[in-house]
């Protein structure tokens, strides 16, 4: 520890190696020089002051109890220290002598635990936030098949030509849109369907571009700088759609009709140097990534905007929903990567984000049923709790030429597939169902008959995600769906 011994005059009469290591000076210009040169300038005054009256009625005081202080080094710079006082009387001369403490390591930690407990209080809030997000998609999505399902069997019924047909088409579109919104609350929630197939990113990127492009006003330039040899990355293809879909319209949002926007791709050994630049959320990933960035010369973001802009529902446009980023965020994550941003206020934007070449544990639902029942007006039968979703499923199936069974209690359904399973051609089941959840009940159906095909009607939260169905072939309906897609489905899980 530094110490020194100080008399009366100030002047420093003995000091430690400690001290000199400390203060930064040969023992030499420490010993027989005053004190004041250790405290900063603007404490001197005070602190002859506090030595004079410390003399009048020396004691000992203990190191914590002092002020705020702080040493001063030879190069200018200042240590926070805690400095304890000890008077002593060696042959009738008085001296105190000093203990100090350097308080930058405590700080430090200090500093750290405060970061890391705003860290964990982040954690929680987005937490929750994604679990509400989640819940609230979720029902929104069932909601969403009733409002999209009916429109688009209205708008086939009616004649084309007229008004109401136009009314119904409106709803489909409001429908669609509202259907967009919630598919992204999911990505943030970490929910998603997800199917996992080694992808090379820029076959994707460049079969993508056309669809890119009407993004992008006219006067924005769009140009790619692929990365040759790129490794294959075990991605969903639609979710990395999504991730530029949302990176490159806010691009040209932000540009408001002029500038350039790239999109590049590259091989990335990370190193721990590359977190240090911009903002960085996600797992910090080690070993070999591809990278995929999407920069723009636009406005840029405001230093203290940058860690909001990430936040469901943060948004600085008026039609924004403050969605894209979020949703972004939860896709990175989900594929076990990371996304940094990095921008200068009228330079422009880069978001990287960058994807494990690794395989991820994400099981896709396998592709349709075997060939199985063919019959005149072949027996569906629906297991969904929702009245709604039930109305529209049976409504759809009809106009499919399927006649259909509905329970809206999955113990229900199992007694029904017991009774009729001889009949029944297909069964269109909900995951997430009170009771018995859809996997449970797509065991039991099977124990009854192994070969059934089964479609899934999936809202996607993580629970339906991470469902497993043992290699099993069935079918899977995103929830909201459209008589057409219902059709379509179902006609490919029994075909
Ligand atoms: N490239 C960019 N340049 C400048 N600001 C950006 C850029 N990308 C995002 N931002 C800022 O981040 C905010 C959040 O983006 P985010 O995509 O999450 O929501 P949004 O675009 O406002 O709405 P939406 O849900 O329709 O995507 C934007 O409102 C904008 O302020
Ligand atoms: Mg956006």
Redesign the pocket.
């Given at each position: 520890m530094p110490m020194m011994l100080v008399a009366r005059d100030g002047v420093i009469r003995m000091a430690n190696e400690a001290t000199c290591t400390l203060a930064e000076l040969p023992q030499a210009q420490l010993i027989g020089s005053s004190v004041d040169q250790l405290v900063p300038a603007a404490a001197r005054a005070a602190h002859s002051r506090w030595r004079a009256d410390y003399l009048e009625a020396p004691e000992r005081r203990p190191m914590g109890s002092g002020r705020d202080l702080a040493l001063t080094r030879a190069d200018g710079s200042t240590v926070p220290v805690e400095i304890g006082l000890n008077p002593l009387q060696v042959e009738g001369e008085r001296f105190v002598l000093c203990s100090i403490i350097d308080l930058r390591e405590r700080q430090r930690a200090e500093r750290d635990r405060a970061q890391l407990e705003i860290e964990a209080a982040e954690a929680d809030r987005l937490r929750s936030l994604k679990l509400m997000a989640g819940g609230v998609a979720h029902d929104f999505n069932n909601m969403l098949v009733s409002v999209l399902g009916n429109a688009s069997l209205l708008a086939g019924a009616l004649d084309p030509e007229s008004e109401l047909c136009e009314w119904a088409q409106d709803i489909e579109q409001a429908a669609t849109q509202a259907a967009e919104?919630a598919k992204?609350m999911l990505a943030f929630s970490g929910g998603g369907q997800f199917v996992v197939e080694p992808t090379d990113l820029n076959a994707l990127i460049r079969g993508f571009l056309p669809l890119i492009k009407t993004l992008v006003p006219r006067s924005v330039m769009l140009r790619t700088r692929l990365a040759e040899d790129l490794p294959p990355v075990p991605v969903d293809r639609g979710q990395i759609r999504q991730i530029l879909t949302?990176?490159v319209?806010?691009?040209a949002?932000?540009m408001k009709g002029e500038g350039s926007i790239v999109l590049r791709t590259s091989t990335i050994t990370i190193v721990p140097e590359l977190f240090e630049q911009g903002i960085w959320l996600g797992d910090r990933l080690t070993g070999t990534c591809v990278g995929i960035d999407v920069s723009?010369d636009?406005?840029?973001?405001p230093p203290d905007?940058l860690r909001k802009?990430?936040e469901p529902f943060?948004?600085?446009?008026k039609?924004?929903?403050?969605?894209?980023?979020?949703a972004?965020l939860g896709i990175v994550k989900a594929h076990g990567g990371c996304i940094s941003v990095y921008?200068e206020l009228g330079q422009?934007?880069t978001?990287k984000v960058f994807l494990p070449v690794r395989e991820v544990g994400h099981d896709g639902p396998a592709e349709a049923a075997e060939p199985d029942v063919s019959s005149a007006q072949p027996l569906v039968l629906v297991i969904d709790d929702e009245d709604a979703v039930r109305r529209f499923a049976a409504r759809a199936l009809a106009r499919g030429g399927y006649r259909a069974e509905l329970a809206g209690d999955p113990r229900d359904g199992i007694e029904m597939f017991r009774t009729l399973h001889q009949q029944i051609a297909l069964v269109l089941l909900d995951l997430s169902m009170p009771h018995l959840n859809g996997r449970e009940v797509y065991r039991l159906l099977q124990r009854i008959d192994p070969d059934v095909p089964v479609v899934v009607m999936s809202g996607f939260s993580q629970e339906e995600i991470t469902l497993r169905f043992a290699g099993r072939r069935i079918g899977v309906l995103q929830k909201p769906f459209t008589t057409k897609v219902l059709l379509e489905t179902v006609a490919s899980a029994m075909s």
């Open positions: 919104l992204q949302n990176l319209s806010n691009a949002d932000a723009d636009g406005p840029g973001i905007s802009i990430f943060y948004t600085t446009r039609e924004g929903h403050g969605m894209g980023l979020a972004v921008s422009g934007t978001f």
